[in-house]
């Protein structure tokens, strides 16, 4: 062929593909901003969600959970997120070692889901994987799952379908099975459950689609912080409290490394409970679905800082106010041996 002809057909063929791809492009932007506007109007008529309930149940109890669209105010926006029973993070379901529970489920939004139940050992065909282990449940339909507990931990359930949209959104949520040992743990004055988040937004508004991922594998930072889908964590207790840490990681990509400015804080737990030896530490890392269970020892009165750090930014996840309110115990004994 003479070269100048190939040439020629080879330039053609270059500059129909730009024209296709500056075509694509440009309908994938008027793709965002008609999410982001159907995000807008959408939010507006949705109830509003709710903090996370604890919900204590024993075995052979039945409890119904629903996952469903609500509102959340992140900064000065109402963004369109989903969740389970309408609370982000969803119900903390805690249940002793070895009680079998029925949860009830109905999926209410716009995608098809299962609940996975990630790190508890239970019957495959409950584990909510599709093709797997069982059927996707449609928009309107439900599934009941049968739920035993044989080991004692922090565990978390979240969708199987669409982890990208659905648990980005704000459905996630944690088990916490209690040992049968009174003992198990060193005792403390409280204990606080919080999964730590980052929520990925555009021009306000979230910029996902429901029907097709917007990032491979769900590969993607999140650039708002969230401790209990909140950007503003507050916490009160009193000043010589040791008090329980109960973090759950529901991330996708980020690994955080959390401390407290101030406190003493030592690893006691993780995803399967209490580890044999307990360890004073500067920090914890957290791995997208890791579990960790921290004391922390609040020895003045004053404002301490809930913070997570990386080599190149620091961010202040929350604030945790120590007062000097007059209590009957104290574990510090037991806290610092």
Known sequence: MNKKIFYTIFCCLALIIVLVLFALRSQNDFSDVKRTQNAITDAASLPEAKPMPIVDLNDGDTYEMTAEAVKKTIGNREIRMLAYNGSIPGPLIRAPKWAEITLKFTNNIDVPTTIHSHGVRLANEFDGVPDVTQKEIKSGESFTYKIKFPDEGVY????????????????????????????????????????????????????????????????????????????????????????????????????????????????????????ERETFVDSVLLWPSERAIVDVYFSDKGEYTLIHSTPDKTYELGSIFAENTEKEISFVKAFQT
Do not use: C
């Open 156 to 275: 978390w359930y979240h969708p199987h379908i669409r982890e990208d949209y659905a648990q980005e959104l704000g459905m996630y949520g944690n088990y916490v099975v209690m040992p049968d040992d009174p003992n198990y743990y060193s005792p403390v004055n409280r204990t606080e459950y919080l999964f730590l988040d980052d929520l990925y937004l555009e021009n306000g508004q979230t910029p996902f689609d429901k029907d097709i991922a917007t990032h491979a594998l769900m590969g993607r930072f999140g650039n708002v912080m969230l401790v209990n889908g909140e950007t503003d964590y507050t916490l009160r207790v009193n000043k010589s409290d040791v008090v329980r840490f109960v973090f759950t990681n529901s991330a996708n990509t980020r690994v955080f490394n959390v401390w407290i400015t101030d406190a003493q804080m030592k690893l006691v737990g993780g995803d399967n409970g209490k580890y």
